[in-house]
């Protein structure tokens, strides 16, 4: 199975259980150059936190954070 992806606002960090996705605790999450978003990476099944949220493809979300915008 292939990595799956989210970006999520830093506001939701604290709904993340880090038993469903590839990070493993808050200090290992990479944000934004401005700190509002952060990349959560997971396997499988979207968790349930992430309901509604986009998934990118890795394709997807390297155009994205290559993006200068």
Known sequence: ME????I????LVEAI?????LE??????????DGTQTII???GEIPS?????????HDEIIE???NPD
């Open 64 to 66: 994205t954070i290559n």
């Open 17 to 21: 259980d880090f038993k469903k996705v």
């Open 49 to 57: 936190f992430l309901d509604g949220e986009k998934i990118y493809s």
């Open 41 to 43: 990476k997971f396997i």
């Open 8 to 11: 999520i606002n830093r506001n």
């Open 3 to 6: 990595k799956k992806y989210v």
């Open 24 to 33: 493993t605790s808050e200090s290992t999450l990479r944000y934004s150059l």
